[in-house]
């Protein structure tokens, strides 16, 4: 089975740019995370969705945004980038609660990431 | 004060050794912990995962949460060259059917030859 995909792997920006990107969920996943990942800060919750719909939502500014398709891919979008943007960006998927009959989705399952540079 | 606190290491140790690694905290709703292993330029990838307190072992690894003490931990037996990587503290507390991680910073570990 195909784990998580993400693209691009790299990608550099000039400060004011916006961003987007792509995430493919394990085949049978709903449930997608975003993370934020620096060395100061560490990894840092950005938003989930299930069923094109965002559940849960962390501290960020409205600049970073998120959507889901029918199919269970999805982009987040990053506007006019700041230089503190830079960072490795991290989707993970789970199955959710509704697929397991009530089961926690707390296992999550990351992609390799997309590793953003604002210049 | 961050929620979870981990030591960022780096914890070197010759090959062979048993690793203790930790993470403590402060939010006593957390219920659901978990342990993750970063290789470099990777994506984290899940090693434990415990509910509540209680030990669990799985081969050379064992996770260990004492919630009383808002502490858990990760050890590792026998440790390989293979285990060298970041070790990642993870922890929720649910809230209805959402999932979201708190991570502690992570510990960098590096097995010797």
């Known amino acids: 089975k195909a784990g998580v995909t993400q693209t691009p792997r790299y990608l550099i920006k000039t400060r004011g740019q916006q961003v987007t990107l792509s995430c493919s969920p394990i085949?049978?996943?709903?449930?997608v995370s975003w993370y934020q990942q620096t060395p100061g800060q560490g990894l840092q919750f950005l938003f989930e969705?299930?069923?094109?719909?965002?559940?849960n939502k962390g501290n960020f500014p409205g600049r970073f945004s998120g959507r889901q398709f029918s199919n269970s891919r999805s982009e987040m979008n990053v506007s006019t980038l700041e230089l503190g943007d830079s960072a490795l960006y991290l989707c993970?998927?789970?199955?959710?609660?509704?697929?397991?009959?009530?089961?926690?989705?707390?296992?999550?399952?990351f992609g390799s990431g997309t590793q953003l540079s604002v210049l | 004060q961050k929620e979870v606190e981990q030591d960022p290491g780096p914890l070197s140790v010759p090959e062979g050794a048993i690793v203790s690694l930790n993470c403590t905290y402060s939010n006593s709703a957390f219920q659901y912990f978990m342990w993750y292993r970063q290789y470099s330029r990777k994506g984290p990838e899940l090693l434990m995962y415990t509910y509540s307190s209680g030990n669990k072992e799985d081969g050379r690894f064992t996770a260990q949460v004492d919630k009383s003490s808002k502490y858990i931990s990760l050890f590792i037996r026998d440790s390989q060259p293979s285990d060298s990587a970041t070790y990642l503290c993870a922890m929720s507390a649910r809230t209805g059917t959402a999932s979201k991680l708190t991570f502690g910073t992570g510990t960098r570990l590096q097995v010797t030859l």
């Open positions: 993970a998927s789970s199955l959710h609660p509704t697929q397991t009959g009530g089961a926690t989705n707390e296992k999550l399952f």
């Open positions: 085949s049978g996943h709903r449930s």
């Open positions: 969705y299930f069923s094109e719909t965002q559940r």
